[in-house]
């Protein structure tokens, strides 16, 4: 959520004019994030005001935000708390600004709860869990565009920047990964709409209540299990180390299963898939970190966290059971 593209006032005045949602009070970028342009805009109407995130798309095209803006829709509609894509007179949800796709959606309420305890994890599994379950009647089907097939593609290119003993890990753990996704373990994984990247930041609470999930924009089909484990890589380690954090990982898991319980192939490859959730951010951290994009306000994230939590989930494999 950087700033790649500059957007005027006028522009976004001539969005919000096209949305019918008012006048624009304030349009400020936001810093956080390395994908997107992002921005927070208010808007003043006769009601008061309201506070929306306008996002311009820099790396999906036209052809692939339906599936994300559509998704978003359909769980709203399903009662999950994500933010809503504003249509204009004609019912469209994806807008054009400064020449690139956009969309433009509601700001939830509250904040990021950046040192959640095993309540706050609780909350983030079971509503997870409903997204999952919300999204099985979704009619779009798009694959995880960071999943192992872009693996594949995205390791040689970062081997270069990376010592020979992370280049082991790398090849290793790639290799691992392509073996698991050919068992029949793997194939009897349930699978659906993920958000495949819901970290701390990517929630947000008003005190100790959740109150939404956003920044769908990896979202794809994947196993439900990967987006479990993406989740219990941030949400149940100590952030500073990598290390596994008991507690709250089986807060997030029980009340996961509570709303929708594992099934056997889950229970025998959350090890695998807590290792994959690992990689995929590494490699993709790599890649932001050594080849990045000119932009305002961007800090790519620090690639070691990864690497750190990795080498945790190989040397202490974490088992359902063990939770």
């Known amino acids: 959520m950087a700033v790649f593209t500059e957007v005027s006032q006028d522009e976004a005045t001539a969005l919000l004019r096209a949305l019918n949602l008012g006048e624009l009070a304030e349009l400020r970028g936001i810093q956080s994030g390395i994908e997107n342009t992002n921005y927070f805009v208010t808007v003043r ?134 073996h698991v996704a050919a068992t029949s373990a793997y194939a009897a994984l349930p699978r659906g709409p993920v958000h495949a990247d819901l970290f701390r930041d990517n929630v947000m609470f008003d005190g100790d209540r959740l109150t939404g999930f956003f920044d769908f924009y990896f979202a794809g089909v994947d196993t439900w299990l990967f987006d479990l484990a993406v989740c219990l890589n941030d949400w149940a380690i100590d952030l500073p180390t990598g290390v596994h954090h008991p507690e709250r990982a089986r807060a997030f898991v029980e009340a996961y299963a509570s709303v929708r319980p594992l099934s056997a192939a889950e229970r025998q490859l959350l090890p695998a898939m807590l290792r994959a959730g690992a990689l995929r951010f590494w490699i993709s951290r790599l890649w932001d970190f050594h080849l990045p994009r000119e932009a305002s306000l961007l800090n790519p994230h620090d690639p070691s966290h990864f690497e750190r939590v990795l080498r945790e989930r190989v040397r202490h494999p974490v088992s359902a059971a063990g939770l």
């Open 45 to 178: 109407d006769v009601l008061g005001t309201r506070e929306f995130v306008l996002t311009l798309f820099e790396r999906l095209t036209a052809e692939q935000l339906p599936f994300y803006l559509y998704l978003m829709k359909h769980l709203a509609q399903h009662g999950i708390p994500v933010p809503d894509p504003a249509a204009d007179r004609n019912g469209e949800i994806l807008h054009t600004v400064c020449g690139k796709p956009a969309a433009l959606v509601n700001k939830l309420e509250g904040k990021h709860e950046l040192a959640p305890g095993p309540d706050h994890c609780a909350q983030v599994g079971a509503m997870l869990a409903r997204m999952h379950l919300a999204g099985r009647d979704y009619g779009r089907r798009q694959p995880n565009l960071r999943g192992l097939a872009w693996w594949n593609e995205t390791v040689p290119v970062v081997l270069p920047f990376v010592s020979a003993e992370q280049a082991a890990l790398l090849r290793g753990e790639l290799a691992f990964q392509n």
